[in-house]
């Protein structure tokens, strides 16, 4: 007979997600107001990837940039959004070993690796070699840090309880079900995220250093108030997507909610406000769906 610790091995084939340990009724609002959230992200996504296709007036590098937004934004919220809402229609949905590693393999690489950069300048400064070469290498640390990560958190052993305090497969919440000894996958976890999060800060903050420079310069006050609400606004997102980020990654483990309700702002929150944004403040793409709409109605 095997220790007791052997004893409470097991070969893992599933996992149950339980999503958010809440009342019946509160579930059905959460399962709605994700619903809405998530249908607002692929409606507003799909939207403004469609409308800079098409909008020949939109082919520059700076929309080359927001286009890609818009394609991260959107993999990576229906990477967790569908999984989500099944967990939340029924709470302690199951999900396979293989479907858990695959979702966290697909959920990290869509860590946000290609931040806007020098927004105001992209016209004299960004060649389109540039701007392919910047997305192809985000996308390829993205593919490495993933790999490296879900190469680490799978590597372990995983005990009978298969119980993911989460509403999808995350690392912190799969090492809370382990039997292993997890430092190390701890240590290197955190590593990746600060190799992946504090460059990208600072990436982000000398943008706004130029953007508030170049604001100073504006004479107009009607144009120093339009470019103060954009790099405000983005700002905010910024903030918000960064601070939930640090505290899930780069901070000791706290309760599983508060784990949840943090990934909830990164995952659907700010893909949403990313949308409303790029699109339902941006005059050039207001201006091109209006062409691309009359066009479509005058070959009617």
């Known amino acids: 007979m095997g220790s007791k610790e052997e004893a409470n091995r097991s070969v893992r084939t599933y996992f149950i997600l339980v999503g958010f340990r809440v009342s019946p009724e509160l579930q059905i609002f959460l399962f709605l107001a994700f619903l809405v959230v ?30 890609d937004l818009s394609f991260t934004d959107l993999s990576y919220t229906s990477t967790i959004a569908p999984k989500a809402l099944a967990s939340f229609w029924k709470q302690g949905k199951s999900i396979s070993f293989a479907g858990c590693a695959a979702h966290f393999l697909q959920f990290t ?45 799978f590597s372990v052993t995983f005990c009978i309880s298969q119980v993911i305090e989460h509403f999808y497969c995350d690392a912190q919440p799969l090492r809370w079900t382990t039997c292993s000894d997890t430092s190390v996958q701890e240590v290197m976890s955190f590593v990746l995220s600060a190799v992946i999060i504090l460059p990208t800060v600072l990436v982000n903050l000398g943008s706004f250093i130029c953007i508030g420079s170049a604001i100073l310069k504006i004479h107009s006050s009607e144009g120093d108030k339009k470019a103060v609400s954009s790099c405000g606004s983005h700002m905010d997102i910024v903030s918000l997507l960064y601070g939930t980020v640090a505290f899930v990654y780069l901070t000791p483990p706290s309760s599983p909610e508060y784990h949840k309700v943090a990934a909830m702002y990164y995952t659907l929150i700010t893909p949403m406000l990313n949308t409303m944004i790029y699109s339902l403040r941006n005059k050039d793409a207001k201006e091109a769906l209006r062409r691309i709409l009359e066009k479509k109605m005058a070959s009617l």
């Open 109 to 153: 690489t869509y860590n946000r690796l290609a931040p806007i950069c020098l927004p105001l300048l992209y016209p004299s400064r960004m060649s389109w070699s540039l701007c392919v070469r910047q997305v192809v290498d985000s996308y390829a640390c993205g593919c490495i840090s993933s790999t490296l990560q879900s190469t680490m958190t």
């Open 38 to 67: 998530y249908c607002l992200v692929l409606v507003g996504n799909v939207g403004m990837i469609a409308v800079i296709q098409g909008g020949f007036q939109l082919h520059t590098p700076v929309y080359f940039f927001l286009q």
